[in-house]
């Protein structure tokens, strides 16, 4: 019987999960199989590790796990639900303890949920907000260009300002985060099209 209390442990199983959600987001049949993991799953876990640097009481093991769960129905393909239920079995698949599975799955459901996260575990905030943050960093929001260059301009433009609007007011919950993007989704929304008052003179009103 595997105890979750032992560190040792819980690290090979988390690693052992980290490998499979890695080797399935890296299939040619996923979409985004190029650059999902380097450019999203990773970053996704460096800023919640950071954001548990500042919230001690964390549990670092289901924050990491939840970083690797929270996207696996999208990562075979299936629907949001497929997050909860296949990704339980995998979870289990891997020898995770029930109540370990139990309780990320739980919180992959609030995180997907996006209502009412300031109200939820620190766990479930901590990945919320690192998951929406992350698609502040880096060449995330021009993969959507790259993988849609199909469509019209226009609503390549109103697609992501959408979305960096629900990601900035829905994801991302904890102060902290809020304050360290700040500057990062001023300057995505001039890059997207929506420019500034002023450029050299800064406004303060």
Not at 123 to 138: K, P, R, Y
Request: glycine share 4%; with cysteine; net charge neutral.
């Amino acid at each position: 019987m595997i105890k979750p209390d032992q560190p040792f442990i819980m690290q090979q199983l988390i690693e052992k999960f980290k490998q499979a959600v890695t080797d399935l987001a890296s299939k040619e049949s996923f979409i985004h199989h190029k650059w999902y993991v380097k450019y999203h799953l990773d970053i996704v876990e460096k800023i919640a590790l950071e954001l548990c640097e500042l919230h001690k009481a964390a549990d670092r093991n289901l924050v990491v796990t939840l970083v690797w769960l929270h996207d696996y129905g999208k990562i075979i393909g299936k629907s949001k639900k497929e997050t909860l239920t296949e990704g339980g079995k995998e979870l289990m698949q891997v020898g995770f303890p029930r109540a370990f599975v139990d309780k990320a799955v739980e919180a992959a459901r609030l995180v997907d949920k996006k209502d009412r996260l300031n109200e939820a575990s620190i766990e479930v905030q901590i990945v919320s907000s690192a998951d929406g943050a992350s698609h502040l960093t880096g060449p995330f929001q021009f993969f959507y260009w790259y993988e849609n260059s199909d469509k019209p301009f226009e609503e390549l433009v109103s697609n992501n300002i959408n979305k960096l609007r629900r990601d900035w007011h829905k994801k991302i919950v904890l102060r902290e985060v809020r304050e360290a993007f700040q500057k990062r989704k001023h300057y995505l929304h001039e890059l997207l099209g929506e420019m500034p008052g002023k450029f050299i003179i800064e406004d303060h009103h």
